[in-house]
């Protein structure tokens, strides 16, 4: 007899996907993720579109990581049309995405992952118990929000920063404020250290053939921009060469492609940056990581939560940094005159979920080509596998607890299926 | 009686984004709006202490036509719409307002308004349906009149 069990809508992820795991007497017979929300087509809207105007489309591709979308289509253009920013707007540009990797893992750790942990099906059941930390998560995300807000001049979908620089800087004060809050939240992003050193990372899933893949941060920094992407097997691709190494494959049951490297799914995230790139941390997160590193498994989805978390206490010591740097600098010019050219540009940066791939062609000052790949997308092949480990192990379990840890290996990827609807039903 | 209005919505989904372009007509008149998107969270950030919220955005229905609207009020917001209210991310809008109301005596205080248009068609796209352009200026003659 063939039994299903489905997961409809994955609660607490970002999107609608769901789970669909068919044991029989003999065990697992199929595991899949079903992406169930539409195609996003991003790249089509944006073609032949001037390119400025197809840079204002892209960060709506996520009102989340509106900044990441935003960054990635800038370098990726300004790449393409031949131009190269200067250091103290690259340090800018760093600044702002870190508000996006605060805000979503924040938001991830406490609100989508913790509930699971303690035994409460959202966050508002939380709330009387754990009060705590659900205001850390609001702090801590608000502060992010903040540089966002401050640097992107608007909370969603940034139009603050453009092709040559910014259109406008924060006032010395509004860094100063930054840096005086940013300063207030990092014992919260060690709170939450020690919070998640605390949590089950399921042996279920442990898988010894999981392959990483993370930017090789540029300037030897750990972070966001490269040129080159690093993978856990020792090889090294610059990013042009993306299509070689990052195939995508059209699956049956999803709306979304699978990706594969070397035939084989593969890892983005927190921890594939963390298995990647620790020996570029430094400060407390560096503390941290030296303190926790067994906890930091490349071989287990589940370290990725942890992972997030010492990224946590790692931007916000960042940021700071940043921006001590900028303010050392002051006063800064807000951007350089581009001239926009016919050329080919690819960027690859570390959004909050992992790789984030923009391949722009501009042509007559118009978008030519656009292709887009998202973290989500990289990790849904991986995801399915894990789902599979763990469906493995608990198929004769009772199947709520199956559902739940099916569901929280999901979770623990903090995927976005879909960023590009929302709507009421009545 | 000191008034917030959220816009929601994806303005690249056609109909969806009309919550978003509603709000941008208000906040050109002068009324105090904050657009998000899709992450009810920043309404914390952007928060003052206002006693009224009023919350815009799209929905889909059988029961009404393209370009019409509801407005629910109070307690009326959660019981009607509860789970229903879906946006692209992790929580409903009204979850996370309830969790923000957890977490904020004065927001737990205020009234709460939710006015939603009915959409046509929720796909690629920027332009509103003409069912729903038609009926912008009654709409926000509606919000006015909710404002006081």
Redo the contacts between chains.
């Keep these: 007899m063939y039994i299903p069990i489905t997961v409809d809508h994955i609660a607490r992820v970002e999107g609608k996907g769901g789970i669909e795991i068919v044991t029989s007497d003999e065990g697992v017979k199929e595991v899949k993720l079903n992406i169930i929300e539409g195609p996003r087509f991003f790249e089509a809207i944006t073609l032949d579109k001037k390119l400025e105007e197809a840079l204002a489309i892209y960060p709506r591709v996520c009102s989340f990581c509106s900044a990441a979308h935003k960054l990635t289509a800038v370098e990726a253009a300004e790449k393409a049309i031949g131009f190269t920013p200067r250091p103290e707007i690259q340090d800018l540009r760093d600044l702002l995405y870190i508000g996006d990797m605060i805000e979503s893992h924040a938001l991830h750790l406490y609100l989508l992952v913790l509930p699971d942990y303690l035994g409460y099906s959202n966050p508002l059941a939380m709330v009387d118990k754990y009060r705590k930390e659900i205001e850390y998560a609001m702090t801590l995300k608000n502060i992010g929000s903040k540089i966002i807000d401050y640097l992107g001049s608007r909370a969603i979908h940034q139009e603050n920063a453009i092709l040559g620089g910014f259109g406008k800087l924060p006032t010395r004060a509004q860094f100063e404020e930054l840096k005086k809050e940013l300063k207030e939240a990092l014992p919260l992003a060690e709170y939450t250290v020690e919070l998640f050193s605390k949590l089950e990372q399921y042996e279920e899933v442990t898988d010894d053939e999981m392959v990483h893949m993370a930017v090789k941060p540029r300037n030897g920094v750990y972070g966001i921009y490269g040129d080159y992407i690093k993978v856990s097997d020792g090889f090294e691709f610059p990013v042009e060469d993306y299509k070689k190494h990052i195939v995508e494959k059209v699956v049956e049951h999803s709306f979304a492609k699978h990706s594969f490297y070397k035939g084989k799914p593969f890892m983005v995230g927190a921890i594939s940056r963390i298995v990647n790139n620790a020996d570029l941390l430094y400060g407390k997160a560096k503390e941290l990581y030296t303190q926790y590193k067994d906890l930091l498994r490349y071989n287990n989805c589940f370290a990725n939560n942890f992972a997030q978390a010492i990224e946590l206490v790692y931007f916000i010591e960042r940021a700071i940094d940043l921006i001590d740097d900028t303010l050392a600098k002051w006063p800064i010019k807000e951007r350089d005159e581009v001239e926009i050219r016919d050329g080919f540009g690819v960027s690859i940066t570390e959004a909050p979920r992992g790789l984030l791939v923009y391949a722009l062609e501009v042509k007559d000052g118009r978008v030519n080509y656009a292709d887009i790949i998202t973290p989500t997308a990289m990790n849904l092949a991986i995801m399915e596998r894990h789902v599979r480990m763990m469906a493995e192990k608990h198929w004769q379990d009772d199947p709520e607890k199956l559902k739940l840890l099916a569901e929280m290996a999901v979770r623990a990827y903090d995927p976005c299926i879909s960023c590009s609807v929302h709507v009421v039903r009545l | 009686m000191s008034t917030l209005i959220l816009a ?6 056609k109909d ?1 984004g009309v919550g978003l372009k509603v709000g941008r007509i208000l906040a050109d008149k002068g009324y105090n709006v ?6 009810i ?2 309404l ?3 928060y003052n202490g206002e006693e009224k919220i009023i919350i815009v ?5 059988d ?1 009404y036509k393209p370009g019409e609207m ?1 407005h629910l009020k109070g307690e009326e917001v959660f019981e ?2 509860k789970a ?8 409903g809008a009204i ?1 996370g307002l ?2 923000l109301m ?2 904020d005596e004065r927001l737990a205080k205020a009234e709460i308004h939710f006015v ?1 248009i009915v ?1 046509k068609e ?4 920027t332009e509103l349906s003409e069912e729903i352009k038609s009926n912008i200026p009654n709409i926000i003659k509606v919000i006015e009149n909710i404002v006081g």
């Design positions: 929601l919505g994806n303005e690249l989904m969806d904050v657009e998000i998107g899709t992450d969270f920043r914390q950030r952007y955005d799209a929905i889909l229905t029961k509801i009607k719409l229903e209210i879906r946006s692209a991310h992790f929580m979850d309830k969790l957890a977490l939603g959409a929720i796909g690629l796209g």
